[in-house]
């Protein structure tokens, strides 16, 4: 079956501190991956996205997230944290052929940032 | 340009009451989505309209739930005889269909509470 599983339900850093959320997913063939965000009283955000070649992908507001075919896994990463990243961190993954380009989406990840 | 707009923002509703909800995706974007979010919650997919083709509905939680779309435009998600356990927040999202990569587009949501 289809799945994306996010491990961590919720995390909490220090502000500065580095931050690697897990994202991991069961499908038939490499799909596109997305990580989006989702800040408190705010809309779902895209924060990057991974379609093919470079195997670590930048995205917005200095995160980046690394594709790893071996391990079917789309980590997404940041050097530091700052307070403003607290948030909901869905890790989302859809097919690249197909009439039905349905998304498959994680539970999400909830994102603590301390001073 | 535009993004994509949800009405109402929010909602309050007795019991047993129907309620419409209304979605705008982006111009020219052929894929709309509804996902309904529970507190604290992930996203739950609810349905999905590509193009003319018939719509994957297999996300409709029960009978009460059903959803139109006119075209490549407006969609409306109505709910019948809200029950409570519908309390959350329905969210729309649109992409631009088949070809290339399937971002989505989140509209706000609409906060719906039933009381």
């Known amino acids: 079956a289809q799945s994306v599983t996010q491990p961590d339900i919720h995390i909490t850093v220090s502000e500065g501190a580095s931050l690697e959320l897990r994202c991991n997913y069961s499908?038939?063939?490499?799909?596109?991956l997305f990580w989006y965000v989702q800040s408190p009283g705010q809309g779902l955000q895209l924060l990057l996205k991974y379609f093919s070649g470079d195997t670590l992908v930048q995205g917005i507001k200095g995160f980046e997230a690394e594709f790893k075919r071996s391990q079917s896994s789309f980590n997404l990463r940041k050097p530091s944290v700052h307070w403003s990243d607290a948030a909901e961190y869905f890790c989302a993954v859809g097919p690249r052929v197909g009439n039905n380009r349905k998304l498959i989406w994680g539970l999400g990840t909830s994102l603590a940032v301390n001073p | 340009g535009a993004g994509v707009s949800q009405s109402p923002s929010n909602k309050v509703t007795e019991k047993g009451k129907d309620v419409e909800l209304r979605c705008d995706p982006i111009s020219g974007h052929t894929a709309l989505y509804w996902y309904r979010q529970r507190l604290g919650q992930g996203l739950e997919f609810l349905i999905y309209f590509q193009g003319n083709s018939a719509p994957d509905k297999s996300g409709l939680p029960s009978d009460r739930f059903s959803a139109e779309r006119t075209g490549e435009s407006v969609s409306t998600l109505t709910i019948q005889r809200t029950q409570q356990e519908d309390s959350a927040v329905y969210l729309c999202a649109s992409s631009s269909g088949l070809a290339g990569p399937n971002e989505q587009f989140f509209g706000p949501g609409t906060r719906l509470t039933v009381l």
């Open positions: 499908y038939g063939a490499t799909p596109y």
